[in-house]
């Protein structure tokens, strides 16, 4: 049975901008490159996002500060309270303080790791291991989530060929039969087997 047809990755992976949009300010890698499974391709201009990110991290260490105040202000109060220094009313109005600030301390660190993942968003990194196939970025290019895709890799660098059969030749194929290939230009065959029917 002779079957033509065309060559292509069997896992191909379109790979593009996830978080926020921006201009590629970088481009690790070619057409043809094998990459590892986290391995940088592209990197999107991050300046806008790195000062929000230090400014949530100085909102936090903020945050953090007036809870240990308000902590040692409940402390103090309690520990006063049997004698009567201050009322039930003062005593139960620091604590509160004290559980509101540990709440917007969580609140501020909820908020940094959100922008620490915006911001790891900016570098665009191969989701497997495999071959790239097309590479369309371009430095200068600005990149946004649902636009076309950046890269192609081939998830394992597997390759494989998909035709189109004669019906009176399906018959006389199964799965797991061998198969040679050749391609235009190559003397020599490649050897494989039928995946799919």
């Known amino acids: 049975v ?4 065309t060559i292509t990755a069997r896992y191909d992976i379109p790979i593009g901008a996830e978080g926020d949009p921006g201009r590629i300010t ?24 790195k000062p929000q990110l230090n400014n ?6 903020a945050a953090r ?4 105040l308000s902590l040692a202000e409940y402390r103090r109060a309690e520990s006063v309270r049997t004698s009567g220094a201050l009322s039930a009313e ?4 620091r604590h509160a303080a004290s559980v509101t600030d540990d709440a917007r301390v969580n609140v501020a660190a909820a908020q940094l790791a959100e922008m620490q993942a915006r911001l790891d968003r900016s570098e665009i ?9 097309t590479r369309t970025a371009e430095l200068g290019q600005t990149a946004s989530p649902g636009g076309e895709p950046l890269f ?11 035709g189109q059969v004669a019906e ?6 199964k799965l797991g039969q061998a198969a040679s290939i050749y391609l235009t230009g190559i003397a020599r065959p490649f050897e494989g087997q039928v995946r799919l029917l």
């Open 152 to 162: 192609r890799i081939a998830r394992g660098g597997e390759i494989e060929m998909r």
């Open 90 to 93: 003062d005593v139960e109005r």
């Open 26 to 49: 970088a481009i690790y890698v070619e057409a043809g490159d094998k990459v590892k499974r986290g391995q940088l391709l592209a990197k999107l201009d991050p300046s806008i996002l």
């Open 125 to 133: 990194r191969a989701p497997a291991d495999g071959t790239v196939l």
């Open 56 to 61: 949530m991290a100085a909102a936090l260490e």
């Open 65 to 68: 500060a007036q809870a240990a």
């Open 2 to 5: 002779t079957v033509t047809g």
């Open 168 to 173: 009176q030749d399906l018959a006389g194929l």
